[in-house]
């Protein structure tokens, strides 16, 4: 079932989007945070190449500097929306594997 709303002001009117994106978060029209979250695992994925080739090179201090520049932040922006999701399992297995 489909709703036709229209939502305006003084004749100008908000145009109905398949996506958003707001402050660096992105969901669909059905408010799912699948597309989210596979954007996620390509940038954790590329900290997780960072940290492997980087680990022979320096100790633990600056591994954890590392981890939580590229890792941490990108991970835990916005958890509270999408980390509760099925799909979402595919970070969490990613975040395993890396460390």
Known sequence: MSVNLKIGFNNNFITNSSYT???GLTMNNTLSWNNYVDLLV???SKACYIIRNVKTYMSALPLKVIYYAFFHSVMSYGIIFWGNLLHSSIIFRIQKKGN
């Open 21 to 23: 994106k707001f402050l």
């Open 42 to 44: 390509k940038k954790i």
